[in-house]
C-alpha cells in the first residue's frame, strides 16, 4: 500500500493533508471553544460565492474563495459587535446567499466548471503543486498571527469580559480570529470540500478538549488526530477506490463515535454498584 506514495498526486495530496491539519487543529480549538460554530459553517458555505465569481471573472476560483471569505468575515465581525442578538439569524441568511450567490455567477459563466464537485466535497487527490503553495502561505500567515499574539486571543476566547477589563483591544482581537478562521475554511476547502469543512474543523478539536486541560494541549491534540483522519482517510480511500473526503469526515466521525463510547464506559465504570 505504500507504493502509492511513489506517485507525486499522491504526495502532494499528503503534503495538503498536513497542512490543512495543523490549521484545522490550531483554529478549530478557537472555533470549539468559543462555540463558534454556526460562524465557521456560514463562512465555509459562504465561501461558495467566491467560487462562483473566480469562475465569472476567469480567475483561480481558490483565490475568488480566499477573497470573498475573508469579505464574509469583515461582514460577520460588524454583525458580530452591532447586532449580536440576531447573530444567529444573520449568519443563517450570510450562508444562504454566498450559496446563491456562487450558484447564479456559475450559471452567467459560459461552458461548464469542471472543478465545481471538488470545490463542494473536496478533491485532495487531484491538489496542483500551486495550490499547495498558497495553502502553505496561508498556513504560515495563520501560524504567525496565532503565534504572535496566543495569548491574547486566549483571553478572548475564554472570557470577553475579562479581556475588556484588562484592556484588550477585544473587538480587532475578535475581527483577527473571525479572519484566522476565515482562511481556515480556505485551505480546507481543497481538502475536503466546502459541504464538509466544518467536520474537519471541529471534531479533532471537540475530541481533544475531553483529554486536555489546556488550550496549547487541545491545539496539539488536535493536531496530532486531525493529521491522523486525513492521512488514514488518504490511504483507506486509495484501497477502497472511494472518495477521499468523505472517507477522512467518516473516520473523524468514527473517532468522535469512539470518544463518545469511551467516555460512557468510563462513567460507568466510576458510578457505585447498586
Known amino acids: 500500500m505504500l507504493g502509492i506514495l511513489g506517485f507525486e498526486f499522491f504526495r502532494n495530496a499528503v503534503i495538503a493533508g498536513l497542512i490543512a491539519s495543523i490549521v484545522c487543529g490550531i483554529i478549530g480549538s478557537y472555533v470549539v471553544v468559543k462555540r463558534l460554530v454556526s460562524m465557521s459553517g456560514g463562512l465555509a458555505h459562504a465561501s461558495f460565492g467566491g467560487v462562483g465569481i473566480g ?6 476560483p481558490f483565490l475568488g474563495a480566499a477573497g470573498f471569505t475573508l469579505g464574509i468575515a469583515f461582514l460577520i465581525a460588524a454583525i458580530r459587535e452591532k447586532f449580536g442578538q440576531y447573530m444567529e439569524t444573520l449568519i443563517g441568511a450570510v450562508w444562504a446567499a454566498g450559496m446563491a450567490v456562487g450558484i447564479l455567477f456559475i450559471a452567467m459563466t459560459p461552458g461548464y466548471a469542471p472543478e465545481l464537485f471538488g470545490f463542494l466535497f473536496g478533491n485532495i487527490l487531484l491538489i496542483p503543486v500551486r495550490d499547495l ?9 495563520i501560524l504567525v498571527i496565532v503565534l504572535a499574539g496566543f495569548s491574547q486571543l486566549m483571553a478572548v476566547t475564554f472570557d470577553e469580559e475579562y479581556a475588556r477589563v484588562m484592556n484588550l483591544p477585544v473587538t480587532a482581537l475578535l475581527l483577527i480570529l473571525i479572519l484566522l478562521i476565515a482562511l481556515t475554511v480556505v485551505v480546507l476547502i481543497r481538502v475536503v470540500g466546502i459541504i464538509l469543512v466544518i467536520a474537519l474543523l471541529t471534531i479533532p478539536p471537540a475530541i481533544a478538549r475531553e483529554y486536555s486541560g489546556s488550550l496549547k494541549s487541545i491545539m496539539v491534540l488536535s493536531v496530532i488526530l486531525a493529521s491522523l483522519f486525513t492521512i488514514g482517510g488518504l490511504f483507506f480511500s486509495y484501497v477502497l477506490n472511494v472518495p477521499s473526503g468523505a472517507t477522512i469526515i467518516l473516520l473523524a466521525t468514527g473517532g468522535f463515535g469512539l470518544m463518545f463510547f469511551e467516555r460512557w464506559i468510563t462513567r460507568r465504570r466510576g458510578q457505585p454498584s447498586r
Open 55 to 60: 469562475y465569472f471573472l476567469g480567475i483561480d
Open 133 to 141: 503553495w498558497l495553502m502553505g502561505l496561508l498556513a504560515l500567515v
